[in-house]
């Protein structure tokens, strides 16, 4: 579903649906979807419309492209998204990661709820990711490559971009909210992590886990975009203390802290140099 001609075909869709042309691409994490509603929008095209497009089952709702303005930048916002362990191909999971870049975007501003393995840290955090590990066991530039989409064996040295990282730390000093920065997990699901298992992902350097982002990063880097990772912390993933985790619970803890995330990325948008 990867192939260039999918990617035209599907962006000249989108395109006829849309004055925009967005500089700024964006992934609404689960319980973070409220930001789409400050975007002044010319456009909401449900993702069942868009050809290629793959559908998320479980957020309550198919989801939708967002395409308008946004602190008075042209953005194109993804609320919903599909999942690995929703039984997609990793390719077509980044497939709309693929045709934002074809809008005409350069930047990614991905977002996801994750349990929280660093154990000075709280449910309830925002964390910058500042680097990840890839726990999925796939990868979704796996099979055959289009030189002209990106390279083959595409460098990883730097998959967070430094200079949006550092705007958002100093984003978050400005709004005077307190904010983590460390390693996002990236696992299959959709089974939570068992003790055993997060004990594991501490010892190698992971500060949260989740099940999303990695995939979109990897495709993102892929063509060259510059990535900025958010990731609310939903729950404590500590294989201590083990509370018992449910979907619920990690989407109330989203809405919480939703303003605050909403808060941030405005700024960030704002000040972003797109
Ligand atoms: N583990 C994996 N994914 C998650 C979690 C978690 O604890 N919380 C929210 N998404």
């Given at each position: 579903?990867?192939?260039r001609e999918?990617?035209?075909?599907a962006?000249?869709?989108?395109?006829g649906r849309?004055?925009?042309?967005p500089?700024i691409?964006?992934?609404?994490g689960?319980?973070?979807?409220?930001?789409?509603?400050h975007i002044?929008?010319?456009?909401a095209i449900?993702?069942?419309e868009?050809?290629?497009f793959?559908?998320?089952?479980?957020?309550?709702?198919?989801?939708?492209l967002?395409?308008g303005?946004?602190?008075d930048k042209p953005?194109?916002?993804m609320?919903?998204?599909?999942?690995f362990?929703e039984?997609?191909?990793l390719?077509?999971?980044?497939f709309p990661?693929r045709?934002m870049?074809a809008l005409?975007a350069?930047?990614l501003?991905?977002s996801?709820?994750?349990?929280g393995i660093?154990?000075?840290?709280?449910?309830?955090d925002?964390?910058i990711?500042a680097?990840?590990?890839n726990?999925m066991?796939?990868?979704p530039?796996s099979?055959p490559?289009d030189?002209?989409?990106?390279?083959r064996f595409?460098?990883m040295?730097?998959?967070?971009?430094p200079e949006?990282?550092?705007?958002a730390?100093?984003?978050a000093?400005a709004?005077?909210?307190?904010?983590r920065?460390?390693?996002?997990?990236g696992?299959?699901?959709?089974s939570?992590?068992t003790?055993?298992?997060?004990r594991?992902?501490g010892?190698w350097?992971?500060?949260?886990?989740?099940?999303?982002?990695?995939?979109?990063?990897?495709?993102a880097?892929?063509m060259?975009?510059r990535?900025?990772?958010?990731?609310a912390?939903?729950d404590?993933?500590?294989?201590e203390?083990?509370?018992?985790?449910?979907?619920?619970?990690v989407i109330?803890?989203?809405k919480?802290?939703?303003?605050k995330?909403i808060?941030l990325?405005r700024?960030?948008?704002r000040?972003?140099?797109l």
């Amino acid at each position: 579903m990867s192939g260039r001609e999918q990617i035209t075909k599907a962006a000249a869709f989108v395109r006829g649906r849309t004055k925009t042309v967005p500089t700024i691409a964006m992934i609404l994490g689960s319980g973070l979807g409220a930001l789409a509603d400050h975007i002044a929008a010319d456009a909401a095209i449900p993702y069942a419309e868009i050809p290629g497009f793959p559908r998320s089952t479980v957020e309550g709702h198919a989801g939708r492209l967002i395409l308008g303005r946004l602190e008075d930048k042209p953005v194109v916002a993804m609320a919903g998204r599909a999942h690995f362990y929703e039984g997609y191909m990793l390719a077509d999971v980044v497939f709309p990661v693929r045709v934002m870049k074809a809008l005409g975007a350069a930047a990614l501003i991905v977002s996801n709820a994750a349990g929280g393995i660093n154990r000075q840290w709280h449910r309830g955090d925002l964390m910058i990711i500042a680097d990840h590990i890839n726990f999925m066991g796939a990868n979704p530039l796996s099979g055959p490559n289009d030189p002209d989409v990106g390279p083959r064996f595409p460098d990883m040295s730097q998959p967070y971009d430094p200079e949006l990282i550092a705007l958002a730390e100093r984003a978050a000093v400005a709004e005077g909210m307190m904010i983590r920065k460390g390693v996002y997990i990236g696992v299959h699901g959709p089974s939570y992590e068992t003790p055993a298992e997060l004990r594991m992902m501490g010892r190698w350097g992971a500060d949260a886990v989740g099940m999303s982002t990695v995939p979109e990063v990897i495709a993102a880097r892929h063509m060259g975009m510059r990535v900025l990772g958010i990731t609310a912390i939903t729950d404590m993933a500590t294989g201590e203390h083990v509370q018992p985790v449910t979907h619920e619970d990690v989407i109330r803890t989203a809405k919480e802290l939703e303003p605050k995330f909403i808060r941030l990325v405005r700024r960030v948008v704002r000040e972003m140099p797109l």
